[in-house]
Every structure is written in C-alpha cells, then in structure tokens.
C-alpha cells in the first residue's frame, strides 16, 4: 500500500502485489502496481490492507482512520480482485 498527499491533488493510493517467493532478510522486494486510487475516488489517509478470499474470489479491503480529524474520515473499503495476479 503506497500513499501519497498532495495538498492541490489531494491523496492518493498505489496498491502493489509482490511474491514473497524466496524471501530473504535484507532482500529487497519488487512489486507489480495492480490499482490506483485518485480522487474523485472516495479515499483518504489509507493505513490498512489486507488481502483475503470469499466464495473462491480473491478480495482486498483497505482502512481509514479519521485521528479525531474533521478533514479525515474513516472508511472501509472492499475490492474484488480479478484477472491474472
């Protein structure tokens, strides 16, 4: 989950799928771009993501937190993943 905050764009999200194949300590790991989140899409300060399935389909939900701040706001958000990973 790469963010981005531009105070004339506003925020935005890169969500990027990388293999854990053959993962070592100090490995450095290149991900695939697979979404991209920019208003007027409904997102904010994005902190969360996980990855999971449902009926046999691979889904991702991402979170918000507002921080008790009236310009942020809280949400959860579920997406369907289709297509080859």
Sequence with gaps: LN??????????????IASLDGLA???IIEG???AR???????D???AVVVGEE?????IWM??????NPLQRTLLLKFELVGAI
């Design 3 to 16: 963010r981005r905050l531009s105070l004339v764009e506003g925020v935005s999200v890169i969500v990027t």
């Design 25 to 27: 300590e100090g490995a």
């Design 32 to 34: 695939r771009s697979i």
């Design 37 to 43: 989140l920019d208003p007027p899409l409904t997102i």
């Design 45 to 47: 300060n994005m902190e």
């Design 55 to 59: 009926n046999g389909r691979a889904v």
């Design 63 to 68: 979170a918000s937190d507002d921080n008790f």
